[in-house]
């Protein structure tokens, strides 16, 4: 070969993010390092799937069979992986095996890897955030990728993954991607066939392509959303979600549908145990998931976002249907007049599906809620179509359910006393802080359910609702609730005189200023001296402090501090007001009382006044 003719091998390096990434995989993240094979797998049936596209659409030629073959020696220790898909060209070499696949992995999986005992996490993390080229490190030193896209020269990248990679042209006359490596000794049962063969069945079963291993077809090819419900059986459909959804576990239920009429589909959706870690750890990141969308059974999108509102995008499948081109583009599914007719079918067949559960197996939809009733609530200020059925998915935590129990709001109403004409919630970051509020004294002597919101989505979605069965939901921290009293609490209330808590009242509001709104006398205390309620208008002060921690200034309202003038402090203090309006002491509780009550409700700012002011006040009453 002539000087101008020998291949020109290009050295790249890695970006030094790309390094880390590649140490994290290799040395610390993961223990199960079979799922580099599931992951070159799926790499090659999305090579396969655009391939065939192309076939549909365009008319290119076949280049035969679309199939996936492993071959292995035992001796040799070597590994080879091979389709007839797509390709790649050097650009995309670049791209797909140069960089990190997704922006924020290499952060997510160094914080996981920071928290997790021992540093090691599960590997089915890998599929979920883009890494799963990278995870054949674990099984060998270096990679060789042989490869060719129509229309273009064929390549070869090599490297070892310690910071550098290499490019060079190659003669390869058939389009497709070969990936050859020799295994590590710690690897080596990845030459066995059985070795190989397991991991196939076990990840890999429901490839839309034949694998061959050795010349031995080894997986099941079969689009079980086309079967009958009745032919369906459950280990197959448990497989089947792990294949689409990157899960280890099986679904938490499943729902098969099958539509003919103005539109005709076909689907079969699963709903996850858990919440997917990326929904749990990345703002927004429901806003680009969804089903696979297919055509006459020929993938077109993997991630169709389209064919589900963003509330229930944690929902995995496939749903395939005759009503589209195989051509059809992106921008014509986002426009389509089937799409949005097969969304609304959906949506509706999934809520329903959801109140089945409810129904039928409530233990099932109490873990489905626990995981994602805040998504859920999020669709009632989007999706107002659906609203009235989303607001009988609602479930809440009550007074009188136990930690962990929920109560529907049809559930609360069907047990409000004839004379109670609210429905009433209080909400805060936990039960235990919720219970402790004094504004619920009130309402557990009364025995008057109150709805315990502890979810932060609460407070953004529960006061839209406005009313449910002509009841209008309250907020038991608004200053507006009408209190009735018995002729014998207004007797005991009577304990101090009017005049008397009036001039204590007084003392208080000059004490504290603008801090507070203004002091009045409480009807809804029972055991405790003061609390702190929002004006009617006010916003709720878990809203303001949501909003303070994102360093938003809401401009906080004033609150309202109430006394309860029948309890001991409060005459203690009224006696000795009568006795002395200027009482150093009387100011002192004042303070204490307030930021006693801030405290309760989580906004005291700093403790160290009110621990001092606590000491000078036990120092007083221990004198001799």
Request: with cysteine; net charge negative; aromatic share 8%.
């Amino acid at each position: 070969m002539s000087e101008t003719n020998k291949p020109h091998v290009q050295e790249f390096e890695y970006k030094a993010e790309m390094k880390q990434l590649l140490n994290l995989i290799v040395h610390s993240l993961y223990t199960h390092p079979e799922v580099f094979l599931r992951e070159l797998i799926s790499n090659a049936s999305d090579a396969l799937s655009k391939a065939r596209f192309v076939q549909l659409t365009d008319g290119a030629e076949s280049g035969g069979e679309l199939k996936i073959s492993i071959s292995v020696d035992k001796e040799k220790k070597s590994f080879v992986i091979e389709d007839n898909g797509i390709g790649m060209s050097e650009e995309d070499l670049i791209a797909n095996l140069g960089t990190v696949a997704k922006s924020g992995t290499l952060g997510f999986l160094q914080a996981m890897k920071e928290q997790k005992e021992g540093g090691k996490l599960d590997a089915n993390l890998i599929g979920q955030f883009g890494v799963g080229f990278y995870s054949v490190f674990m099984v060998t030193d270096e990679v060789v990728v042989e490869t060719k896209i129509e229309g273009a020269d064929a390549c070869r990248w090599r490297s070892s993954g310690e910071g550098t990679y290499s490019i060079e042209k190659i003669d390869k006359q058939h389009r497709g991607t070969r990936i050859s490596f020799t295994l590590k000794d710690e690897a080596a049962d990845f030459a066995e066939e059985y070795r190989i063969e397991s991991v196939i069945r076990k990840y890999s079963n429901f490839v839309d392509f034949p694998i061959y291993l050795d010349d031995k077809k080894v997986n099941s090819v079969e689009a079980l959303w086309q079967k009958p419900k009745s032919e369906l059986n459950d280990d197959e459909v448990n497989e089947f979600y792990k294949f689409v959804s990157v899960d280890y576990q099986d679904p938490l239920d499943y729902l098969h549908v099958s539509v003919e009429g103005a539109v005709s589909f076909k689907a079969l959706l699963f709903l996850p145990k858990e919440a997917p870690m990326d929904m749990m750890y990345q703002q927004g990141a429901l806003e680009n998931h969804g089903p696979q969308l297919y055509a006459h059974k020929v993938m077109i999108q993997h991630e169709c976002k389209d064919l589900l509102p963003e509330y229930l995008r944690f929902i995995s499948g496939v749903v395939d249907t005759e009503d589209l081109s195989l051509n059809v583009s992106r921008e014509t599914v986002q426009s389509s007049p089937v799409m949005s007719k097969i969304r609304q079918i959906l949506t509706s067949k999934i809520l329903g599906w959801f109140d089945t559960l409810a129904d039928e197996q409530p233990e099932k939809f109490r873990q489905f809620y626990k995981a994602f009733g805040p998504v859920i609530k999020i669709g009632l200020n989007t999706d107002f179509s659906n609203r009235e059925k989303l607001i009988e998915l609602l479930r809440f935590e009550s007074t009188r359910t136990e930690e962990g129990q929920y109560v529907t709001l049809k559930e609360y109403v069907g047990r409000m006393a004839e004379d109670q004409k609210e429905i009433y919630y209080l909400s805060g970051e936990s039960r235990r802080q919720v219970l402790s509020q004094p504004n619920l004294e009130y309402f557990q002597k009364k025995g008057i359910e109150v709805l315990l919101l502890t979810d932060p989505v609460d407070v953004f979605v529960i006061p839209s609702i406005n009313e449910y069965d002509s009841k209008p939901l309250k907020s038991i921290e608004k200053a507006d609730i009408d209190f009735a009293a018995s002729d014998d609490e207004k007797k005991e209330d009577e304990a101090v005189s009017a005049t008397l808590i009036e001039t204590l009242l007084k003392v208080f509001g000059d004490t504290l200023g603008d801090r507070v709104e203004k002091v009045v006398e409480s009807h809804r205390l029972v055991n405790s001296p003061a609390t702190l309620v929002s004006g009617s208008d006010a916003m709720d002060s878990q809203v303001e402090k949501m909003l303070k921690m994102m360093n938003k200034d809401a401009g906080a309202a004033k609150k309202i501090l109430e006394v309860n003038p029948s309890h001991p402090i409060i005459k203690n203090l009224a006696s000795r007001c009568m006795l002395n309006e200027n009482d150093p002491m009387i100011r002192t509780v004042a303070e204490q009382l307030y930021e006693g009550a801030l405290l309760l409700e989580g906004n005291l700012d700093s403790t160290v006044d009110f621990v001092s002011r606590m000491n000078q006040l036990i120092e007083e009453a221990t004198k001799s």
